[in-house]
């Protein structure tokens, strides 16, 4: 690799000259009338200006590829946006930054994603692309052939934006609108949602979160797909707002990291399309997240009808559990008025309707054995009637 600096003037003189056989090197190759390929050259920082001032207003410049280049800052910006159409291409090259600043319109000819070679053998690499006050009206597109290591986008309003087969990617979004948006097949170590309206179709699936996501002030305008995805520290959508149905559909959570409003909201979307099992499993979770806030905030009472829900049939989810305790309720019975443990005397102290003479007149034994057996029978046909109710 070549420092740019060493070769700058040699640089210039190549892209604006017509004697390239002249000065052709291995850095600078002329491929045809219109193309030339520039390789293994390492620009700083300052890059983009300098050269851009020598390119601007030249009708006659070439179309130039980099070819496995490196660069410490290349953006664009809106007193550029003629001069990048049809110029421009970019082939195995390393960004440490590509930044947009201050665009209000942008390549309505030329696709972005056309300067970014997205064949397997050709990889681009941007460790941070940033975009800025800007308004984007062209699909950008970021797939197979352009890796990206972290995105932040502020204070923009872009058309469409699709982030696809990313293997590590960090996203932070903030003050922004979406008219589509999407992000696939990708796993993120950290990721920030916040103030963000996304006014059209957003899909957010088979992707793997590794660190806790909080959607803050984010709202949803039209259908949102989040199928398949793994929040491996859990999710947060509490100041979320869904206008439209949200698919949640094999998605993977964090029960610890996943607040008890999420999993209301994971509930009602399920409901809403009649997906009673889903939302069973959901009312469950939500259930039992307020039962742990409830012990937090101290108020015990509440929280030991909420304990003893959970530890009778799950929240009414595992009708197993109050069959069980049923029995070993008959069975505690018989212990304590000192009865043989026969089947016959184990399903006597499970009828509701004993009497108090089988319980050796003592009407206390009596009435605790009814109390917990119309509990637990209740418990057992909620259970039951959940996933099979229409």
Not at 76 to 104: G, M, P, S, W
Not at 186 to 200: E, L, M, P, V
Not at 215 to 228: I, L
Request: aromatic residues 16%; contains cysteine; charged residues 25%.
């Amino acid at each position: 690799m070549t420092n740019y600096e060493d070769i700058k003037n040699d640089f210039q003189q190549f892209v604006l000259t017509n004697n390239y056989q002249e000065i052709s090197t291995s850095n600078f190759i002329l491929e045809n009338d219109r193309r030339i390929r520039v390789k293994n050259i390492i620009f700083d920082e300052n890059f983009i200006d300098e050269f851009i001032e020598d390119l601007k207003g030249r009708s006659d410049s070439k179309f130039i590829c980099f070819d496995n280049c490196e660069f410490e800052l290349f953006y664009f910006a809106e007193i550029y946006k003629n001069l990048f159409n049809n110029k421009f291409e970019f082939v195995q090259c390393t960004f440490d930054e590509l930044r947009f600043n201050h665009i209000r319109t942008f390549f309505v000819d030329y696709g972005f994603t056309n300067y970014f070679v997205g064949y397997e053998t050709q990889k681009n690499t941007i460790k941070l692309l940033e975009i800025n006050d800007s308004i984007i009206s062209e699909e950008l597109v970021f797939d197979l052939g352009i890796f990206l290591n972290s995105v932040d986008i502020n204070n923009s309003d872009i058309q469409n934006i699709k982030l696809l087969n990313q293997p590590n990617i960090n996203i932070s979004i903030q003050n922004s609108d979406f008219l589509n948006f999407k992000l696939e097949n990708s796993t993120t170590d950290k990721s920030t949602f916040k103030t963000i309206h996304f006014k059209g179709i957003t899909v957010i699936k088979k992707s793997i979160f590794n660190e806790k996501v909080v959607f803050e002030d984010v709202s949803f305008d039209e259908y949102v797909n989040f199928s398949k995805c793994h929040f491996q520290e859990g999710l947060n959508l509490d100041d979320s707002i869904f206008y439209k149905e949200a698919n949640f559909n094999n998605i993977e959570l964090n029960k610890k990291g996943t607040s008890q409003e999420t999993y209301r909201i994971l509930k009602n979307s399920f409901e809403k399309i009649n997906n009673k099992i889903e939302a069973n499993k959901y009312h469950s979770l939500e259930l039992s997240k307020n039962r742990e806030n409830l012990l937090e905030e101290k108020k015990f009472p509440t929280w030991i009808v909420s304990f003893l829900h959970w530890i009778s049939s799950n929240h009414s989810t595992n009708w197993w559990l109050p069959l069980i305790l049923i029995f070993i309720v008959s069975f505690l019975t018989n212990i304590y008025l000192g009865c043989d443990i026969t089947v016959n005397n184990i399903f006597k102290f499970i009828n509701l309707i004993s009497k108090v003479d089988n319980f050796n007149d003592s009407y206390t034994v009596m009435t605790l054995n009814k109390i917990a057996l119309g509990y637990l029978y209740y418990q057992f046909l909620t259970s039951v009637r959940k996933d099979t109710r229409k």
